[in-house]
Nanobody
Framework: QVQLVESGGGLVQPGGSLTLSCAASGIIFSIYAMGWYRQAPGKQRELVATITRGGSTNYADSVKGRFTISRDNAKNTVYLQMNSLQPEDTAVYYC?????????WGQGTQVTVSS
């Protein structure tokens, strides 16, 4: 059974930092492309960052220079380091694993940026 379990969300003040983790099980993690997406209330889910199995990364323009995606294949885990958080970063953050026809999502973790 495939599981993607996100953790690390919470309440943070503007300008603060958080690191999200997504632990994968039931898949050969190293061959999957991994990504972080987010969905704010009343908005569509959007891409935040992706990382290929080779380590190439891609970011939404809104988070470039503030967020960093990384992966540890030995721990079957992908991370999202988020710095300089702003209220508009408030959303549920989801982890995604993809390869060819396989596409898995986690349940999400809430990130709230507020003073």
């Amino acid at each position: 059974q495939v599981q993607l379990v996100e953790s690390g969300g919470g309440l943070v003040q503007p300008g603060g930092s958080l690191t999200l983790s997504c632990a994968a099980s039931g898949i050969i993690f190293s061959i999957y492309a991994m990504g972080w997406y987010r969905q704010a209330p009343g908005k569509q889910r959007e891409l935040v960052a992706t990382i290929t199995r080779g380590g190439s990364t891609n970011y939404a323009d809104s988070v470039k220079g503030r967020f960093t995606i990384s992966r540890d294949n030995a721990k079957n885990t992908v991370y999202l380091q988020m710095n300089s958080l702003q209220p508009e970063d408030t959303a549920v953050y989801y982890c995604r694993a993809t390869i060819i026809q396989y596409d898995y999502w986690g349940q999400g973790t809430q990130v709230t940026v507020s003073s």
